[in-house]
């Protein structure tokens, strides 16, 4: 049985050896393609992925993502707004509950 140290350097070696050999293959297939560029009179728009950003232009937004919206209501004493969207807030309400229209907190 191998003792711990043995180990260790064998798995050293080979993590070594997966490194060099994903050097190797990935240099190939560089040289691949490239080869096949200049062979095929390919420019970098030719190749562009769908999804991918343009050259020069910036990522699509995802849907969902996190976009600030204009406030609609504004508390003019203490500066709170909301936008109009979700839940109404505290203050809003008991603005209201006191008897004040929304339409009062319109921006």
Same mark, same amino acid.
């Given at each position: 049985?191998?003792?711990?140290?043995?180990?260790? @350097?064998? =798995?050293? @070696?080979?993590?070594?050896?997966?490194?060099?050999?994903?050097?190797?293959?990935?240099? @190939?297939?560089?040289?691949?393609?490239?080869?096949?560029?200049?062979?095929?009179?390919? #420019?970098?728009?030719?190749?562009?992925?769908?999804?991918?950003?343009?050259?020069?232009?910036?990522?699509?937004?995802?849907?969902?993502?996190?976009?600030?919206? @204009?406030?609609?209501?504004?508390?003019?004493?203490?500066?709170?707004?909301? #936008?109009?969207?979700?839940?109404?807030?505290?203050?809003?309400? +008991?603005?209201? +509950?006191?008897? =004040?229209?929304?339409?009062?907190?319109?921006?």
């Amino acid at each position: 049985m191998a003792s711990l140290q043995e180990l260790l @350097a064998q =798995k050293e @070696a080979l993590e070594r050896e997966i490194e060099r050999t994903q050097q190797q293959e990935r240099a @190939a297939a560089i040289e691949q393609v490239r080869t096949l560029i200049a062979q095929y009179g390919l #420019s970098a728009a030719d190749l562009a992925l769908p999804g991918a950003p343009k050259a020069g232009g910036r990522p699509k937004a995802k849907a969902g993502t996190g976009r600030k919206v @204009a406030a609609k209501y504004r508390d003019a004493s203490t500066g709170e707004t909301w #936008s109009g969207r979700g839940l109404q807030p505290k203050w809003l309400k +008991a603005a209201i +509950a006191t008897g =004040k229209k929304l339409s009062d907190f319109a921006v």
